[in-house]
């Protein structure tokens, strides 16, 4: 079965940076899109960042400037570097099998101060 976890969430303030992990496991990883999504208490999940299997990446544009999508095809792993946070970013943060309803459990990230 395929399996996604995401690591790397927590409490940063406002301004600061996290790094977020995604290893995949159960599928062929190198030939895979895979996303980041997010979604705050009361909120519908919203797509922050996509990554294809060649490396190209796209961005929501809330988010644009401030985070990156990369990838490591030896370490089956998908990260998002996420820099200058804000309170408005606050939120769980999920790996996605881009186009799939495969997810992570997701990732706990607050920003406050």
């Known amino acids: 079965q395929v399996q996604l976890v995401e690591s790397g969430g927590g409490l940063v303030q406002p301004g600061g940076s996290l790094r977020l992990s995604c290893t995949v496991s159960?599928?062929?990883?190198?030939?895979?899109?895979m996303a980041w999504y997010r979604q705050a208490p009361g909120k519908q999940r919203e797509f922050v960042a996509q990554?294809?299997?060649?490396?190209?990446?796209n961005y929501a544009d809330f988010v644009k400037a401030r985070f990156t999508i990369s990838r490591d095809n030896a370490k089956n792993t998908v990260y998002l570097q996420m820099d200058s946070l804000k309170p408005e970013d606050t939120a769980v943060y999920y790996c996605?099998?881009?186009?799939?309803?495969?997810w992570g459990q997701g990732t706990q990230v607050t920003v406050s101060s």
């Open positions: 996605n099998l881009d186009r799939t309803n495969t």
């Open positions: 159960g599928i062929l990883f190198t030939f895979k899109s």
């Open positions: 990554i294809t299997s060649a490396g190209s990446a």
